[in-house]
């Protein structure tokens, strides 16, 4: 079936790291997303990994992916009060048409 | 700005009512696709249309429709509304050539408030 799950909540200081993690259920999805909603704003896409990926490095974020502990995890390098927002996890189920099922989203705080 | 423009922004209405969300895709876009977000259930998939044909369906209850026009833009429309449909309606769009991997582009959402 399709589910994915995320941790509600992550307070953390500016300048240090955050790491975000997410856990989806469909082995045999093919693209997983990482997306950021701001307040009163759509969702943004932030950066994707392909399944047969481990890592994929952005500027200052990471994405790690553990295909066997079906285990995706975002990590934000100095972390600035810029990036707080809601940060969603999300996947395409093989034969999805581009269809994303959204994990319920991460709320990252940022204090100084 | 994605480029997806949705509206209203707000509608309040009552139980029992039908409203009509209106999206208008990015230019070029093909796809449309609708997401409800609320608290108890997050970010739900409902309905995707390609070029005016209805693609995929998700969660979506049979109270609610939705259709492309030729011009590409679309409405989702909700009836007999329940409080419990009180929501953040998200509208996206893709490019809609590719069957995976298209970015997706949202608008900032229609809420509505049924009272």
């Known amino acids: 079936g399709e589910d994915v799950e995320q941790s509600l909540f992550l307070s953390v200081r500016e300048g240090d790291s955050s790491v975000i993690n997410c856990t989806y259920t469909?082995?045999?999805?093919?693209?997983l997303y990482w997306y950021k909603q701001e307040p009163g704003a759509g969702l943004q896409l932030l950066t994707y990994?392909?399944?047969?990926?481990d890592m994929k490095q952005d500027q200052r974020l990471t994405v790690l992916l553990n295909k066997k502990d079906k285990h995706l995890s975002l990590r934000i390098a100095d972390t600035q009060t810029g990036d707080s927002a809601i940060y969603f996890c999300?996947?395409?189920?093989?034969?999805?048409?581009?269809?994303?099922?959204f994990g319920a989203g991460t709320r990252l705080a940022v204090h100084p | 700005d994605s480029g997806v423009t949705q509206t209203p922004k707000h509608l309040i209405t009552a139980t029992g009512q039908r409203v009509t969300l209106r999206c208008s895709p990015r230019?070029?876009?093909?796809?449309v696709y609708w997401y409800q977000q609320s608290l108890d259930q997050g970010l739900q998939f409902l309905i995707q249309?390609?070029?005016?044909?209805?693609?995929a369906k998700g969660n979506i209850l049979e109270r609610f429709s939705a259709q492309q026009f030729p011009d590409l833009h679309s409405e989702l429309n909700l009836s007999s509304l329940e409080l419990g449909d009180s929501a953040l309606y998200f509208c996206?769009?893709?490019?809609?050539?590719?069957?995976?991997?298209?970015?997706?582009?949202f608008g900032s959402g229609t809420q509505l408030s049924v009272l």
């Open positions: 996206a769009s893709s490019d809609g050539r590719q069957d995976f991997n298209e970015k997706l582009f």
């Open positions: 469909d082995s045999s999805s093919t693209y």
């Open positions: 990994i392909f399944s047969n990926m």
């Open positions: 999300a996947e395409t189920p093989p034969g999805g048409y581009n269809k994303l099922i």
């Open positions: 230019s070029g876009d093909l796809s």
């Open positions: 249309y390609y070029n005016g044909e209805e693609r």
